[in-house]
C-alpha cells in the first residue's frame, strides 16, 4: 500500500493556472502508474489523466487535452498536474491514485488501489 497526499489546490479565475502536487509514501514509487481524478458535486467522479512508471506514456481526458499536463518525479516521490486555461467547469475536487498491477487501462478508477484524499479546485468565472 502506498499513502498519498494531493496540495495546491485553491480558488483561481477563468484562465488561471495550478499546480497540483500528490507526495507518495510507503512503497516504491517507480513501481506504480499514477493517474489524476476530479469528481464535481453530483457527479460521479471522472478520469483526468495518467502517467507511467518512468513518465514515458501518458494519456489525457479529452476535455483536458493541451490545458493539463501530468508529470512524475520518482526521486521525489511526487506527480505533478499542471492545470492551464481553467475553465469553470474544472472545479471539482481533484484526486491522485497509484495502480501497481495495469489489471485494467489507467481511464478506469478500479485499476487503482490506492488513493488520496482530495483537494478542491475552484474555478470562478
Known amino acids: 500500500q502506498v499513502q498519498l497526499a494531493e496540495s495546491g489546490g485553491g480558488l483561481v479565475q477563468a484562465g488561471g493556472s495550478l499546480r497540483l502536487s500528490c507526495a507518495a509514501s510507503g512503497r516504491i514509487f517507480s513501481n506504480y502508474r499514477m493517474g489524476w481524478f476530479r469528481q464535481a458535486p453530483g457527479k460521479e467522479r471522472e478520469f483526468v489523466a495518467a502517467i507511467s512508471w518512468n513518465g514515458a506514456n501518458t494519456v489525457y481526458e479529452d476535455s483536458v487535452k493541451g490545458r493539463f499536463t501530468i508529470s512524475r518525479d520518482n526521486g521525489k516521490n511526487t506527480v505533478y498536474l499542471q492545470m492551464d486555461s481553467l475553465k469553470p467547469e474544472d472545479t471539482a475536487v481533484y484526486f491522485c491514485?497509484?495502480?501497481?498491477?495495469?489489471?485494467?487501462?489507467?481511464?478506469?478508477?478500479?485499476?487503482?488501489?490506492?488513493w488520496g484524499q482530495g483537494t478542491q479546485v475552484t474555478v470562478s468565472s
Open positions: 491514485a497509484a495502480d501497481r498491477r495495469s489489471t485494467y487501462p489507467p481511464q478506469m478508477p478500479q485499476t487503482y488501489a490506492d
